[in-house]
């Protein structure tokens, strides 16, 4: 089965951490990239960061560079995004999801993804 799964999301005051994971099959986790994209209420999704699970390459959205940090097991096909300094604007649904190696997805908004998770909230307080 094609599933993500994710977990981590929580409530959290404004300057705090919070670590997201997300676990896929592993014929999808190899050779793409993986990562999250996030959609607050009345906004459009948008992507947060991404990484290449067969090299080295990482995206990440403008707005959560040097407060995010996304990683990877490929002995668990799993990828992780800790995520330090939260602020309330971070609020959202986040999924986890599964981009071609071009992260055309991620840099686009989603579109061409075909698999997603199904979310996990976080709450940022102020």
């Known amino acids: 089965e094609d599933r993500l799964v994710e977990s981590g999301g929580d409530s959290v005051q404004a300057g705090g951490s919070l670590t997201l994971s997300c676990a896929a099959p592993g014929h999808i986790y190899s050779n793409n990239y993986i990562g999250w994209f996030r959609q607050a209420p009345g906004k459009e999704r948008e992507g947060v960061a991404g990484i290449y699970t067969s090299g080295s390459s990482i995206w990440y959205h403008d707005s959560v560079k040097g407060r995010f940090t996304i990683s990877q097991d490929n002995a668990k096909n799993m990828v992780f995004l800790q995520m330090n300094s939260l602020k309330p604007e971070d609020t959202a649904m986040y999924y986890c999801?599964?981009?071609?190696?071009?992260?055309?997805?991620?840099?686009?908004?989603?579109?061409?993804?075909?698999?997603w998770g199904e979310g996990t909230l976080v709450t940022i307080s102020s």
């Open positions: 999801a599964v981009d071609s190696p071009s992260c055309s997805g991620f840099i686009g908004g989603g579109l061409g993804i075909n698999y």
